[in-house]
Each structure stands twice: as structure tokens, then as C-alpha cells.
């Protein structure tokens, strides 16, 4: 035990070489398991005690420190019978001293409520000042009771009052449970301790260097810009977003990144690339390289012009075969998409649909669809309701409703052969159903009237 506590004394002092800038605080809350498996013996002592021992020599180093302040939440500590979780020491200047005395004192006796006891902690840090929030949980393994601990980590990651929640399962006894909780560093043998404190602080108050290097298909660097999140790969939360650009020198810029954190990155091409649990080290450059071959694909209308305006229309580019959406152009508009297959829905009257479209790498591909032609519609007196279909090989083809409100319509429909069926509101029987075939050329104005 006297080798542990001069461990944790040569090594915890090297914290201030590390410590946040004073215009920035940080402050950690200890949650401190005290069930009473917390009782058991661990080497040399009681897992209790050594942790006592450790955690005092510990504070005698953050106490010469200016910008840490250090909280403490307990749980399994309360009276026998009784499993609840109480702030016992919190946030304020000058608190080693009362820090140290509640820890001398802890005698374990309840059952597991780590999950209790990480939901208080967000309401145990202050409101004001800005710091630096993290959550170090110690114990020696959580039980089944605190399943629901999955879902309260996922709510305090979201709430973005804490920075990083860390875990250190004391004779290295992991559960699901833990993982879930925060990243989680075992400390198997009893002189790890110490040690393993150290480097969880000395991590948590450095960035990872990460450069991610897009490339095209032919290996050349991707100079296009696109957006990327990178989400927390245990929780699914998102922990930050950029544009990935390269300078003037084609050098692709370096991002900071939190080396305790499992990351998964998505990039938003279209259809989005993704990378999963990506892991960076504070020793070196992380080059993080990924191919995009992308090709481009526009949709304009061919044929004569019309003396009318055209409206915009849209474009619907889903995955081939699934129909599964990927992105939304406008005709005319040139949009950029992974090399692939992929179906063209042309929003026309009635709706184009181009299936297995291929887009190939570095290249353009671009589609063509006729230039609709404009139906003038007169319709009879008084409401009536309607639609038209389109006749195609024996086929008939939805393509729009009429509006029964108006007199007169100006739709603009597809070159082909369709059908008008009207139907007036206060008719009850079939015969009184008018049907007319027409034909719409491109560029060209149909007029019906009734």
C-alpha cells in the first residue's frame, strides 16, 4: 500500500504540467462506488481501502492546482436497506481538506446505483463560469441494477453540460454496463492504480491531431468540399462537425479530436460514406484517408422551347433498386454522386422515372426528357371533379388530379396520348361521366373546352 500512495504521489503531481488554461476551469465529479462487493479483498487490502488511499494522495496533488476543481457524488453508502446516491462534497474553493475527511469515512453498505447516481450528477456542476466538465465513475463492476445506465449516459452526453464520462473498473471486472457508462480504463492490478488515474487526466486535457485526406479514384486529393460529422461511436451522439477543404497548398486541414473518444465519421456525399469506431492517439499525425469517386449528373429538357415560363421541377435520385433517397436536384441543375446505379425520378406530369442510371467516376452523365407541352382546360359549369391519365401500349397511367374549385386549368403534362375524365359533384350516375382523349405535343398548347 505504501508503494501505491508514493506511486500516486510522483505521478499525480505532473497533472499541472497539463492543466487547462486559466481562462478555462476544469472540473471533475467523482461518482465513488460504495456497494458492498466494495467490501471484498484486493491484493494487499479491501478494494475500499486501497481506494481511499488512493484517492487521498490524489487530492493532495489536484489541491495545488488553481484551475481543477474537484466534486464528490457517492452511491451504496447510506444506510443498510437503503441504495441511494447523495452529493457529499460539492463544487467550491478550498474543498480538499472536507474532499479528503468524507472519503476517510465512507463505509460501503448498499447495493449498485451508478445510473442513479449519474443522473443527479448534471445538476451537481455550476451554472456559471466556463469549464471544463468531466465525470470519472470508480467502482468495481456494476451490477444488473444499473442496465438503464445506457440510456441515462446517452442523456448526459446530449444535455452537453459534460465533456467526457470515464470509468475505472477497479480488478478489471468490465460489464456491458460499464461500456455503456463511459470509456472505460481497467486497472487489474492494484499498483495500476495510481497510474491509470494519471492517464486518464493527462488524455482528457489533450487533442488528438487528425487529417483527413479525401481522395478521387485516380489516388489524386479531393479538392471539392464536403460536410463531416464525427458522432460518438458508444452513445451515437454527434461531438463535432466541419467542412473538410484543402488550402491553397492542397493541403486538407487538421482537425482536433478528443483521443478518449470512439469516433464514427460520416461524410455527407450522396449517397453519405461512413467509417466506424476510429479511435486517435495524441503521438502522432492520424491520417485518416478515404477514396470518394464521385461522377456528376444533370437532367435537362430537349426540344423547342415554349413561349411560357418554366417552372422548376424536381429531381428525386434514389439508390437503384431500393428506393432508398439520396439527394434532390432541380432540371437543369448539375449535382455531384457517388459512382453507382442509381433511379431518376423526373417530377413531370405524369412523374419520368429513369431506372439503373449510372454514374461513373470523374465523369457527367447527363439525361434528357422532353419538353412538356401545355393543356388549356375549359370545364363545364358548376363543381366537378376529375383526372387525367395517360395511355401508353394498351396502359393507363395516373398523372394528376383536377382542381375542383376552378373553371380553368393550364397543366403541363408529357408529350403522349392521354384521357380526361370529368365527373360533375351533384351527378349519381355513371353516364354522367365525360371522357375526351387528347394528345399533348412537346412545346405545343392543347386546348379543351366543354
Not at 494522495?57 to 492546482?65: A, C, E, N, Y
Not at 395517360?390 to 393550364?410: I, K, W
Request: hydrophobic share 40%.
Amino acid at each position: 500500500m505504501r508503494r501505491v500512495v508514493t506511486l500516486a504521489m510522483l505521478l499525480l503531481v505532473g497533472i499541472g504540467v497539463q492543466s487547462q488554461p486559466a481562462a478555462e476551469k476544469t472540473r471533475l465529479l467523482l461518482i465513488m462506488d460504495c456497494s458492498n462487493s466494495m467490501w471484498e479483498q484486493w491484493q494487499s487490502s479491501s478494494k475500499i481501502k486501497v481506494t481511499q488511499q488512493v484517492l487521498l494522495s490524489f487530492l493532495d496533488s489536484v489541491g495545488k492546482q488553481h484551475d481543477v476543481d474537484v466534486a464528490l457524488r457517492v452511491f451504496g453508502h447510506l444506510n443498510k436497506g437503503q441504495i441511494g446516491t447523495r452529493l457529499e462534497v460539492p463544487f467550491g474553493a478550498d474543498n480538499i481538506y472536507q474532499l479528503q475527511s468524507k472519503i476517510k469515512t465512507l463505509v460501503p453498505q448498499g447495493g449498485c446505483t451508478a445510473a442513479a447516481a449519474l443522473t443527479d450528477a448534471l445538476s451537481d456542476f455550476p451554472a456559471t463560469g466556463s469549464s471544463r466538465n468531466l465525470i470519472l465513475i470508480i467502482t468495481d463492476g456494476m451490477d444488473d441494477c444499473d442496465a438503464e445506465i445506457c440510456d441515462v449516459a446517452r442523456q448526459v452526453q446530449l444535455s452537453g453540460v459534460v465533456v467526457q464520462t470515464f470509468v475505472l473498473c477497479i480488478g478489471g471486472q468490465m460489464s456491458a454496463h460499464a461500456s455503456c457508462a463511459g470509456s472505460v480504463f481497467p486497472v487489474v492490478h492494484e499498483e495500476e492504480y495510481s497510474k491509470t488515474l494519471y492517464d486518464i487526466f493527462r488524455l482528457s486535457g489533450r487533442k488528438a491531431k487528425v487529417v483527413l485526406n479525401m481522395v478521387d479514384a485516380h489516388g489524386s486529393l479531393y479538392e471539392t468540399e464536403h460536410p463531416v460529422t464525427f458522432y460518438d461511436h458508444r452513445t451515437g451522439v454527434s461531438r463535432q462537425s466541419t467542412i473538410y477543404s484543402v488550402d491553397s497548398r492542397l493541403r486538407p486541414d487538421t482537425l482536433l479530436m478528443d483521443p478518449l473518444v470512439s469516433y464514427d465519421m460520416t461524410v455527407f456525399t450522396h449517397p453519405p460514406l461512413r467509417r466506424e469506431a476510429m479511435r486517435f492517439s495524441i503521438d502522432r499525425v492520424n491520417n485518416v484517408d478515404i477514396t470518394v469517386s464521385e461522377g456528376t449528373l444533370k437532367v435537362q429538357y430537349i426540344g423547342q422551347r415554349p413561349q411560357w415560363q418554366q417552372p422548376n421541377v424536381d429531381v428525386i435520385v434514389r439508390r437503384a433498386g431500393s428506393g432508398d433517397r439520396v439527394a434532390a436536384q432541380e432540371v437543369g441543375e448539375t449535382g455531384q454522386y457517388l459512382a453507382g446505379r442509381y433511379d431518376v425520378e423526373v417530377q413531370t406530369l405524369p412523374v419520368t422515372i429513369l431506372r439503373g442510371v449510372e454514374v461513373r467516376p470523374s465523369a457527367a452523365t447527363e439525361l434528357a426528357v422532353p419538353m412538356p407541352g401545355m393543356l388549356v382546360l375549359s370545364k363545364p359549369k358548376g363543381i366537378t371533379t376529375g383526372a387525367i391519365f395517360r395511355l401508353r401500349d394498351g396502359q393507363v397511367d395516373f398523372a394528376t388530379d383536377l382542381n375542383p374549385s376552378t373553371a380553368g386549368e393550364r397543366l403541363l403534362l408529357q408529350p403522349g396520348e392521354y384521357e380526361l375524365v370529368l365527373h360533375p359533384q351533384n351527378a349519381t350516375a355513371y353516364n354522367k361521366v365525360q371522357t375526351r382523349r387528347f394528345v399533348i405535343e412537346s412545346s405545343q398548347t392543347t386546348k379543351i373546352q366543354f
